[in-house]
C-alpha cells in the first residue's frame, strides 16, 4: 500500500470512528434519561407515540398508587378487625372458666372484671381504627370510593 492510500484508509477508520461515538452517546443518552426520543431530530413519527405512551405510564402511576392506597386501607381494617377478633377470643376464654364448676364467686367476679375491661377495648378499638383521618370501623365508613 502507498502513503496516500494509508492515508485514505486511515480517515474512513477515523470516521466510522467518530460516528460509532456519536451513536453510541446518543444510544447512552437515550438509556440515561429511559426516554426513545431525546429530540425532534430523533423521528417526528414517534414523538406522537412517545407522549401516548407517557400518558399510559402516567395512568399506570396513578392507577398503581390508588391500589396501594386502597391497599394500606384494607391492611389497616384488617388489623383492627383481628385484634377485635383477639379480644373477643380472650373474652370466651375467661367466660368458659366463670362457667366451670370449680369457679368461686370471687373468681367469676374477677372473670366479670377482665370481660368489661376486654369490652371497653374492643369499643376503643372500633372507635380510633382509622385511615386518612377516617374512621374505619365504627360504621361510618360506608359506600367510599377510592379515588
Same mark, same amino acid.
Given at each position: 500500500?502507498?502513503?496516500?492510500?494509508?492515508?485514505?484508509?486511515?480517515?474512513?477508520?477515523?470516521?466510522?470512528?467518530?460516528?460509532?461515538?456519536?451513536?453510541?452517546?446518543?444510544?447512552?443518552?437515550?438509556?440515561?434519561? /429511559?426516554?426513545?426520543?431525546?429530540?425532534?431530530?430523533?423521528?417526528?413519527?414517534?414523538? /406522537?407515540?412517545?407522549?401516548?405512551?407517557? %400518558?399510559?405510564?402516567?395512568?399506570?402511576?396513578?392507577?398503581?398508587?390508588?391500589?396501594?392506597? $386502597?391497599?394500606?386501607?384494607?391492611?389497616? $381494617?384488617? @388489623? $383492627?378487625?383481628?385484634?377485635?377478633?383477639?379480644? @373477643?377470643?380472650?373474652?370466651?376464654?375467661?367466660?368458659?372458666?366463670?362457667?366451670? %364448676?370449680?369457679?368461686?364467686?370471687?373468681?367469676?367476679?374477677?372473670?366479670?372484671?377482665?370481660?368489661?375491661? @376486654?369490652?371497653?377495648?374492643?369499643?376503643?378499638? $372500633?372507635?380510633?381504627?382509622?385511615?386518612?383521618?377516617?374512621?374505619?370501623?365504627?360504621?361510618?365508613?360506608?359506600?367510599?370510593?377510592?379515588?
Amino acid at each position: 500500500m502507498r502513503i496516500s492510500e494509508l492515508s485514505f484508509a486511515s480517515l474512513r477508520a477515523a470516521e466510522s470512528i467518530r460516528r460509532a461515538t456519536s451513536e453510541i452517546a446518543e444510544v447512552q443518552q437515550r438509556i440515561s434519561t /429511559g426516554v426513545r426520543l431525546n429530540s425532534a431530530a430523533d423521528g417526528t413519527a414517534d414523538i /406522537g407515540k412517545v407522549s401516548r405512551l407517557t %400518558s399510559e405510564i402516567q395512568k399506570f402511576v396513578q392507577n398503581s398508587t390508588s391500589n396501594i392506597f $386502597a391497599q394500606r386501607l384494607v391492611e389497616t $381494617a384488617d @388489623l $383492627a378487625h383481628k385484634s377485635i377478633q383477639d379480644l @373477643l377470643d380472650s373474652m370466651l376464654t375467661t367466660a368458659n372458666k366463670s362457667v366451670l %364448676s370449680t369457679a368461686s364467686a370471687s373468681n367469676r367476679e374477677s372473670n366479670q372484671t377482665t370481660v368489661s375491661g @376486654l369490652i371497653k377495648e374492643v369499643d376503643n378499638v $372500633a372507635q380510633t381504627t382509622s385511615f386518612s383521618g377516617q374512621n374505619l370501623t365504627d360504621g361510618t365508613y360506608i359506600n367510599k370510593k377510592l379515588v
